[in-house]
C-alpha cells in the first residue's frame, strides 16, 4: 500500500517570494512521483513527474521538485511566485507497474497576495 | 491536443433520479480511471479498467453505482438512484502503465 502526505493544507505566501510545498510518501516498492496543479473550476493538470534519472526535476510555470529516497520526500519548489500560481496543488505516487495508478495527498492550498 | 473529454460538465438531478456520467479518453490509453473530489473526502478513485476490463472498483457503492466501458472510446459511471450525498465533482483520467493520468475537466454533480 501506498500514502501521501501533505502536510500544509494551505500556504499564503507573496508574489515574487520563494515557496516550497511539502510532500512525503510511503511505499513499499519502487514509485513514481508527480505533481498537479487545479485551479478553479478546473480538472488536475500535470506540473511536472518523477519516472527516474535526474532527481531534480523541472515542470511547467517554472516550478521544480527534487526527489530524495532517504527521506521519502518529493518537495515542490518555485522561486518566484505569481498571483496566476494561486491553486490547489496534489503531490501523487504511483508503483512503477503502472504509472497513472495514482494515490493521492490531500492537497495544499497555494495563496498568493499581492 | 490531445485530451480526455467529460459530459456533461454540470448536472443537477432530483435525488431518485438516475445519472450518467460520460467520458472519451484519449486514444491509445489504456487505463481509464473514475474519480470523485469533495471538500471532505478530496480526491477518491471509484474505479478503473485496463484494456476495457474493470480492475478494481472497490471505491464505488456496489448498491448505486455502476462502471462500464462498452468500447475503448466510452467510459460511464452511473448512479441509480442519486442522493444528496453523491454531490461532487466526478473525474474521469486516462493513461499507461507507463504514461502518466490526464485528466478531463470533470461532471460537476448536484443532487437536490
Known amino acids: 500500500a501506498q500514502s501521501v502526505t501533505q502536510l500544509d493544507s494551505q500556504v499564503p505566501v507573496f508574489e515574487e517570494a520563494p515557496v516550497e510545498l511539502r510532500c512525503n510518501y510511503s511505499?513499499?516498492?519502487?514509485?513514481?512521483l508527480f505533481w498537479y496543479v487545479q485551479y478553479p473550476n478546473q480538472g488536475l493538470q500535470l506540473l511536472l513527474k518523477y519516472l527516474s534519472g535526474s532527481t531534480l526535476v523541472k515542470g511547467i510555470n517554472g516550478f521544480e521538485a527534487e526527489f530524495n529516497k532517504s527521506q521519502t520526500s518529493f518537495h515542490l519548489r518555485k522561486p518566484s511566485v505569481h498571483i496566476s500560481d494561486t491553486a490547489e496543488y496534489f503531490c501523487?505516487?504511483?508503483?512503477?507497474?503502472?504509472?497513472?495508478?495514482?494515490?493521492f495527498g490531500t492537497g495544499t492550498r497555494l495563496q498568493v497576495t499581492l | 491536443d490531445a485530451r480526455v473529454t467529460q459530459t456533461p460538465r454540470h448536472k443537477v438531478t432530483e435525488m431518485g433520479q438516475e445519472v450518467t456520467m460520460r467520458c472519451q479518453p484519449i486514444?491509445?490509453?489504456?487505463?481509464v480511471f473514475w474519480y470523485r473530489q469533495t471538500m471532505m473526502q478530496g480526491l477518491e478513485l471509484l474505479a478503473y479498467f485496463r484494456n476495457r476490463a474493470p480492475l478494481d472498483d472497490s471505491g464505488m457503492p456496489k448498491d448505486r453505482f455502476s462502471a462500464e466501458m462498452p468500447d475503448a472510446t466510452l467510459a460511464t459511471l452511473k448512479i441509480q438512484p442519486s442522493e444528496p450525498r453523491d454531490s461532487a465533482v466526478y473525474f474521469c483520467?486516462?493513461?499507461?502503465?507507463?504514461?502518466?493520468?490526464?485528466f478531463g475537466q470533470g461532471t460537476r454533480l448536484t443532487v437536490v
Open positions: 501523487a505516487v504511483s508503483n512503477t507497474g503502472t504509472a497513472s495508478k495514482l494515490t
Open positions: 511505499s513499499s516498492v519502487s514509485v513514481y
Open positions: 486514444l491509445g490509453h489504456n487505463t
Open positions: 483520467a486516462s493513461g499507461g502503465q507507463y504514461t502518466e493520468a490526464f
